[in-house]
């Protein structure tokens, strides 16, 4: 194998995207190789045994490491400035990996309350089965921390913009209060992509994605990925989660998001540009009666954004008159945009967080979270953004 001649922290964000991890075979390939191998083999089994042992650094088995893989982990570290990432096979396998990797029976963990649906089911269900105590609390109050975070905490979660309301949490401030309770802050930074926001320098400590998102960004694989600087949490937490309970990244799937890494900013930054044009659009509707991006200057948060933001985000809320069988309508008459969960794909999407991806929640915490029945989340693609409000327009007419 032959790697880059240079040292790849010397290049700049395009070239890391484009040429950071890349490791050639002998035969010398332009496009990274897919290692679809589960295992490997030794020339003796004197190797094998050192291999176990520790002494000879090389791949074993791809639950542990896997070329492609690797060429993967190295260009999202790259990217996000991190020195470690390890790669797994969703998104919610890399939220789960960070926290239960790192806790124990009777460990604290804070989280904001605003949570992707499953991440809510994580702390909220998952982790108090293992007897960790779990506290919510609103993210976008400075105090609620403090006052959550006066007691000793193992782990922080938060995520930031939040789904599907968008709201902003102040990371520099949070992890500072949360470094004094001890804990450790683990940082979903899906809606935000690196390109938009790198939770590390601000003192965050653990990164997640779902890879499935903007970073393959094209609708074709489901992957995760975690990213941090702390070497005792690789080492004593999540290195052996990984190896020993196996939600390991397929190698064709990190192949698939290696590639997608290429084009990463440029999609990104162009689906940002297109977001805030479409939420002004939507700001100024008639049929609209709230349009919620961190963009927007009316965004509670929109300062708070500016400052730890580079951009708005890809993806818009906003809320028509008439509730559920209002919304219905408009999503039933769109022609363009495409009714579906998931976000961050080059093809705009739009979905009903309170019967989809929220709809575990209770009549109540959709209320907190202000999850309504007329609630919709868009998340806006690489269409010409033209096509896309009148789209919108059409489908608002037909529901009013
Ligand atoms: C904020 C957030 N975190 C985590 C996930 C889970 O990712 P995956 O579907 O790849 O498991 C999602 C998926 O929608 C998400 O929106």
């Given amino acids: ?46 190797e094998a045994e050192l291999a176990f042992k520790g002494d000879k650094k090389r791949y074993i088995y791809s639950r542990y490491a896997n ?18 990432a390890v790669s797994t096979s969703s998104g919610m396998s ?36 293992f007897g960790i105590e779990t506290e919510l609390v609103d993210g976008t109050d400075l105090a609620a921390w403090e006052k959550a975070l006066a007691k000793p905490a193992k782990a922080v979660f938060l995520e930031t913009p939040s789904n599907p309301c968008l709201e902003i949490i102040d990371i520099a401030h949070v992890s500072e209060l949360a470094h004094a309770a001890g804990a450790r802050v683990v940082v979903d930074n899906v ?23 903007h970073i393959d960004g094209q609708g074709r694989t489901l992957g995760g990925v975690v990213l941090t600087n702390d070497q ?32 990463l900013p ?11 044009k479409i939420a002004k659009f939507l700001a100024g509707h008639r049929n609209i009666r709230k349009a919620i991006y961190p963009g927007l200057p009316d965004h509670p948060q929109h300062n708070l954004a500016l400052n730890q933001m580079d951009g708005g985000s890809t993806l818009i809320a906003f809320e028509i008159d008439g509730g559920k069988s209002a919304e219905f309508k408009f999503l039933n008459a769109l022609s363009i945009i495409d009714i579906s969960n998931n ?22 915490e959709k209320a907190t979270l202000g999850i309504t029945d007329g609630l919709v989340r868009l998340s806006v693609g ?12 059409r489908a608002l007419a037909a529901a009013d």
Wanted: aromatic share 8%; hydrophobic share 40%.
């Fill in 1 to 46: 194998m032959t790697t880059n001649k240079t040292d790849p922290k010397s290049w700049r964000e395009a070239t890391r995207l484009v040429r950071g991890g890349v490791q050639r075979s002998p035969f010398e390939e332009t496009s990274e190789a897919i290692f679809m191998t589960s295992g490997f083999v030794y020339p003796s089994a004197e």
């Fill in 343 to 364: 976000l961050g794909d080059s093809k705009s999407l739009i979905t009903h967080p309170s019967t989809t991806t929220h709809q575990r929640l209770s009549v109540e």
């Fill in 67 to 84: 070329p492609t893989l690797t060429m993967f982990e190295q260009r999202m570290a790259l990217f996000e400035g991190a020195a470690h």
């Fill in 94 to 129: 890399a939220v789960f990996a960070s926290l239960a990797s790192q806790l124990k029976a009777g460990d604290r963990v804070v989280a904001s309350r605003a949570l992707f649906g499953s991440c809510l089911f994580i702390i909220a269900d998952i982790l108090p089965r």
């Fill in 382 to 393: 690489l269409e010409d953004p033209d096509d896309i409000t009148e789209d919108l327009d």
């Fill in 266 to 276: 440029l999609r990104v930054r162009q689906q940002t540009d297109n977001a805030g």
């Fill in 232 to 263: 005792a949490f690789l080492d004593d937490c999540l290195t052996p989660w990984m190896r020993h309970t196996g939600p390991a990244l397929s190698p064709f799937n990190a192949w698939v998001l290696l590639k997608g890494l290429e084009t």
């Fill in 191 to 213: 809606f935000a992509t690196p390109v938009l926001q790198k939770p590390l320098p601000m003192g965050a400590d653990i990164v997640v994605y779902s890879a499935t998102k």
